[in-house]
């Protein structure tokens, strides 16, 4: 079946560092990619998505690429933020109408100033 | 962006009892909703997908008779824990996707409700 791992955490980085999450994927189609992001006490939200191959979702500075040939999505951001300290989970949905995503283990990002 | 809320936020009850936790849509309409469980540390994982109007779809190995789910309208889902044991002490969280055209848009979840059962 369909599944996304992604790199352990927790990572910890400090302010205005470079950041990489790896996420890989496994899917028997075509699948839509996300990045959502886990605040401490909220729900989760939607960072960046991208739907077919070569596609770059980028939001508040984070980007990924939807790389078929590696079946990757890392998530990068030039400089991180204290305020970006939070859960990052990578998810894939092969169905763009029914809406089931399948999460990977998620991985926590903590920025010190 | 639309709003989810799940209600309670957390619930604490005795081994044995049941506890029904609700999901609503506040300001859209969804046919389907999503229940995830979390466990601490751990990614979400799909419990079920709750349809308007007819029955819910459970993923395997989720008990369809110990989680009771009802959709009862187009913006509200209940999850019914039944003869609740502390192995069901989690994080449940609820989504809820926005269509246009019948195509998804996105996802929309909902902060969660921790259950504990003592």
């Known amino acids: 079946g369909d599944s996304v791992t992604q790199m352990e955490g927790p990572v910890t980085l400090s302010e205005e560092a470079f950041l990489t999450i790896n996420c890989t994927y496994t899917?028997?189609?075509?699948?839509?990619l996300f990045w959502y992001v886990q605040y401490p006490g909220e729900g989760l939200q939607l960072l960046l998505k991208?739907?077919?191959?070569?596609d770059k979702g980028s939001n508040k500075g984070f980007e990924a690429t939807y790389r078929k040939e590696t079946t990757s999505f890392h998530l990068e951001k030039g400089s991180v933020q204290v305020s970006d300290s939070a859960v990052y989970f990578c998810?894939?949905?092969?169905?763009?109408?029914?809406?089931?995503?399948?999460f990977g283990q998620g991985t926590e990002l903590s920025v010190k100033p | 962006g639309a709003v989810v809320s799940q209600h309670p936020s957390w619930v604490i009850c005795k081994s044995g009892t049941s506890v029904k936790i609700e999901c609503r849509s506040l300001?859209?309409?969804?046919?389907?909703m999503f229940w995830y469980r979390q466990f601490p540390k751990q990614s979400l994982m799909l419990m079920a997908t709750?349809?308007?109007?007819?029955?819910?779809?459970?993923e395997q190995g989720v008990e369809k008779d110990k989680f009771l789910i009802n959709h009862a309208s187009l913006t509200l889902s209940t999850l019914t824990v039944t003869s609740a044991h502390p192995e069901d002490s989690s994080f449940y969280i609820c989504?809820?996707?926005?269509?246009?055209?019948?195509?998804?848009?996105?996802?929309?979840f909902g902060p969660g409700t921790r259950l504990t059962v003592l």
């Open positions: 989504s809820a996707p926005t269509r246009t055209g019948g195509f998804l848009d996105e996802q929309f």
């Open positions: 899917a028997t189609g075509y699948p839509s």
């Open positions: 991208a739907t077919k191959a070569d």
């Open positions: 998810a894939l949905s092969e169905d763009n109408q029914g809406g089931k995503l399948i």
């Open positions: 300001d859209f309409q969804a046919t389907t």
């Open positions: 709750s349809n308007e109007g007819s029955k819910a779809t459970y």
